[in-house]
């Protein structure tokens, strides 16, 4: 198993310009979930799904779109990227409680 | 947003030493993680807690699920320069389908050289 991945692994962005991060799993977890984590920071939930075609809104979720057409994959959307979505970005998959984490993904919206 | 209440926030030990760390919430939860952290690396699971009084090991980590079911501890025995880090806790308020985590804020474990 793969388990959890995520593309790209750093991406630079423009203010107002739009990308989609990729996360997909292939351990056939229902539960996924995003979150960015700021320097010298704890994890903050941006949003989560409990299955296909299922999702939801975490603590941070404006700026945010997520989508869940399958149980493999869980992409995030950023519409219009800001300087204050710099943050890593780390996607996570679920079946018993215990979540694992992908590399994450190291964005800089200049 | 809800948060637990990890502490200490770093540590500063020898090698060799033990070390000890802990979360507490206001809030009763079902499940608590903890997580390990290296530098431009994503969270890995260390110890999962399903049961209040639980201690589970793994290897020179040990962690219990308080009575109370609102704390959680994790100890590092005979500290190693491998385990520099950041350490989570999280914790599973809700069950079924949904494993929301509520996360602490982390404790940085540096080793004195």
């Known amino acids: 198993n793969a388990g959890v991945t995520q593309t790209p692994k750093f991406q630079v962005l423009k203010t107002g310009q739009s990308m989609t991060l990729q996360c997909a799993q292939d351990m056939n977890h229902e539960y996924m979930s995003w979150y960015r984590q700021d320097p010298g920071m704890g994890l903050r939930l941006i949003h989560y799904s409990v299955g296909a075609g299922i999702t939801d809104q975490g603590e941070v979720p404006n700026g945010y779109n997520v989508s869940r057409s399958t149980t493999e994959d869980f992409p995030l959307r950023l519409l219009s990227a800001a300087p204050s979505q710099t943050s890593v970005y780390f996607c996570?998959?679920?079946?018993?409680?215990?979540?694992?984490f992908g590399p994450g993904t190291r964005l800089t919206v200049l | 947003g809800q948060q637990l209440n990890q502490s200490p926030q770093s540590m500063f030990i020898q090698e060799g030493e033990d070390v000890s760390m802990n979360c507490t919430s206001s809030s009763i939860f079902n499940t608590w993680l903890w997580y390990k952290q290296d530098p431009g690396e994503g969270p890995v699971l260390l110890i999962a807690l399903y049961k209040a009084g639980e201690l589970t090991s793994n290897g020179r980590l040990t962690a219990q699920f308080g009575i109370t079911r609102k704390d959680s501890f994790l100890n590092i025995s005979a500290s190693i320069p491998s385990d520099v880090g950041i350490y989570f806790c999280?914790?599973?308020?809700?069950?079924?389908?949904?494993?929301?985590?509520?996360w602490g804020a982390g404790t940085k474990l540096i080793i004195k050289p």
């Open positions: 999280a914790g599973q308020l809700g069950g079924g389908s949904n494993y929301q985590l509520i």
């Open positions: 996570a998959s679920s079946q018993h409680g215990g979540q694992y």
